[in-house]
């Protein structure tokens, strides 16, 4: 499957951001996704992550209660609603797709988007 991430930007504290991944292929439905984030200088870490059957959910600590993932099989699309957001939620998010349809942060992860830029001020 290949991903296509939009939706980032620049927001104040509190503000917030719907990031969208849309994707092509046959096995989208099948897939496990998640959003990673990069921050400068930092790893890249696991942001919140959904199963093919969109029941089993995953979340950081960071975002939990912030960040909602949500999955639209007929859009082929996967949304990241982040609200309340703090400065150190800045980074390029990403989107991964995971074949065998987990979608928890310990997946290996087979395709990635190329990033959107996420840039919250204080």
């Known amino acids: 499957v290949q991903l296509q991430a939009s939706g980032g930007g620049l927001v104040q504290t509190g503000g917030s951001l719907r990031l969208s991944c849309a994707a092509s292929g046959r096995t989208f439905n099948s897939s496990g996704l998640a959003w990673y984030r990069q921050a400068p200088g930092l790893d890249r870490e696991f942001v919140a992550g959904?199963?093919?059957?969109?029941?089993?959910?995953f979340y950081a600590d960071s975002v939990t209660g912030r960040f909602t993932i949500s999955r639209d099989n007929a859009k082929s699309t996967v949304y990241l609603q982040m609200n309340n957001l703090k400065p150190e939620d800045s980074a390029v998010y990403y989107c991964?797709?995971?074949?065998?349809?987990?979608?928890?942060?310990?997946?290996?992860?087979?395709?990635w988007g190329q990033g959107t830029q996420v840039t919250v001020s204080s």
């Open positions: 991964a797709a995971d074949s065998g349809g987990r979608g928890n942060k310990w997946t290996v992860y087979d395709s």
């Open positions: 959904i199963g093919r059957s969109g029941i089993t959910i």
